[in-house]
Nanobody
């Protein structure tokens, strides 16, 4: 069983920065990609960023490209999401997720490709 725990959320003003962390336990961390998703009130969960098994490939939603950076530390079993120039529309609960390694294919931008989810961390950006 893979357990993911997010941290680092908070209340910030527009234009500020935050870094979220996702610590993963169980399984072999370097065996699977990790994604960050977010869900705002009344909206569907949406893809934010993803990173490949070894961290050599990263993926971003168009809405965060150039402002957010995803990275991973396979020694610390942690994935980070650095968020800069935050906007009010970035306000949401942010989740990290990992797929079951039994999956033969993972569409990293699709929530349905991920089997294990953290509890989420709230990010609120005031304008």
């Amino acid at each position: 069983q893979v357990l993911l725990v997010e941290s680092g959320g908070g209340l910030v003003q527009a234009g500020a920065s935050l870094t979220l962390s996702c610590t993963v336990s169980g399984g072999t961390f370097s065996d699977y990609p990790v994604g960050w998703f977010r869900q705002a009130p009344g909206k569907e969960r949406e893809f934010v960023a993803g990173i490949s098994w070894v961290g050599d490939s990263t993926y971003y939603a168009e809405t965060v490209k150039g402002r957010f950076t995803i990275s991973r530390d396979n020694v610390q079993n942690t994935v980070y999401l650095q968020m800069k120039l935050l906007k009010a529309e970035d306000t949401a609960v942010y989740y990290c997720a990992a797929p079951d390694t039994a999956r033969s294919e993972v569409e990293i931008t699709s929530p349905s490709s991920f089997d294990f989810w953290g509890q989420g961390t709230q990010v609120t950006v005031s304008s």
